[in-house]
DNA sequence: ATATAAAATTAGTCATGTCTAATTTCTATT
DNA sequence: AATAGAAATTAGACATGACTAATTTTATAT
């Protein structure tokens, strides 16, 4: 009952996907996630189905099982404490872990999670601000909210990534945003829903709505 | 031109075949090695071949280009390093980190087995006792020579394994020895070549001779 | 030199996980 | 209700890396 690498990457999307929405995912929204076809999407969603890994058929979308939410939650877990031994052990940064976690939360030994987890000190996020589920695969709610969702003028501070991608964080780290960072949204376009922001307390520039959907913040009081 | 798991293994199993002999490997060693049938070896061997990683078809037998050894080195590396940080930082034991390293050598990154050697402080030798390679791909001579090939009433040290599977390894583990134990060949039984030992200066055990040329020991004078 | 055994090779099959190209089924909108 | 477009599904192909069952080649012993 060993999962394939292929099986494990369906489990995290379907958890990923259906953790933001609260509903079942489509093929269509799965096949997006993974940049796979619709038509590998089914086949696969047929076989975790016949694992008992997956409900799907029934309406319209795919779900997990218990067996299935409990595995796709160990890989989380695995892959989030992961990123916090590659940064805050072998230096790496912001935007290099997550493609090197993407292959180590593949790695199968019962006690592995938890003895990094030990190791490292019991994080509760990891770099990206995401947090990592406990041995139990209890999850704290995410800290922050989306940038997006801010009033103009407030000061923010940055508490984490919605999207870990190198390739927006690479952009982040040319702008000089990093966790902990200030920000304040200065106005909204209405035009396109892009705003001018300032970053920590320098000059203004220009952001699209999609980069507003991309970082969390919390308020600092003001 | 990023390799396979498959690929990267039998580049590893030829690399510590030709190790040991110096000469080319045939198809039923690795096949035996690999626990692959004769048949599949071939089809692998065309394919490195291909890819320039192996010299194959001349005479009997596959040796690697010197890309291919590099290749395997590289992987030697990570394996090893794995090993240390399995063990010293997650205080997984001698016959555990083998199996778990297995999976973490074909983590890619360019960066990642620098980074964990410096983290690790650069060590010399797996828990093992094997040489690990360093950033240029130089390997220490091993440490230590076989048990089979003490003479007897000498006062010996453990330094190394030669077989790491978690078998022997839970073999050893009941008997007591250690990398650092003691250990004294009493007599040879001219019959099998199995052997009378003392560890520890305890009790007499009797071993096979597969057990003596599993373990590495040096001679500590007397 | 010849028979026998071992080793290598070829041919064909299979499981996985992907794809493309139909085809079917929904969903909206008029 | 009819119909265009989106979403889901099916059918068939393909790459990878294994396997089994011949077959061929090589080595060994008489
Ligand atoms: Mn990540
Ligand atoms: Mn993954
Ligand atoms: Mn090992
Ligand atoms: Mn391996």
């Known amino acids: 009952m060993t999962r ?3 099986e494990e990457n369906y489990l995290k999307a379907i958890f990923h996907l ?6 079942k995912v489509s093929i269509t929204t799965l096949a997006a996630a993974l940049e796979n076809t619709a ?3 089914i086949s696969m ?7 008992e890994l997956v409900d799907y058929d029934k309406k319209k979308g795919a779900s997990l099982t218990t067996v299935g939410e409990k595995a796709a939650i ?4 695995k892959h989030r404490l992961w990123e916090v031994l590659l940064a ?4 790496f940064s912001w935007e290099e872990i997550h493609d090197i976690a993407e292959q180590l939360e593949h790695v199968h030994h019962p006690e592995l999670a938890d003895r990094l987890d030990k190791f490292l000190g019991f994080p509760q996020f990891d770099p ?12 704290s709610k995410i800290f922050g909210t989306l940038l997006s969702e801010s009033a103009v003028g407030v000061e923010l501070e940055v508490v984490g990534v919605k999207d870990s991608s190198s390739m ?6 040319k702008l000089d945003i990093k966790i902990g960072s200030k920000l304040k949204v200065e106005q909204i376009i209405d035009f396109d829903q892009s705003a001018v922001i300032k970053i920590n307390n320098g000059g203004d520039i220009s952001v699209s709505r999609k980069f507003l959907e991309s970082i969390l913040i919390t308020s600092t009081g003001n």
């Open 74 to 77: 160990d890989i989380v877990r």
């Open 18 to 23: 259906s953790r933001n929405s609260k509903e």
């Open 4 to 6: 394939t690498l292929s």
């Open 39 to 41: 038509a590998s999407v």
């Open 88 to 91: 805050e052990k072998l230096e």
């Open 128 to 139: 990206h601000g995401h947090p990592i589920p406990d041995i139990k695969g209890n999850i």
């Open 45 to 51: 969603l047929k076989k975790l189905t016949a694992k």
């Open 168 to 173: 927006f964080l690479n952009y982040l780290k």
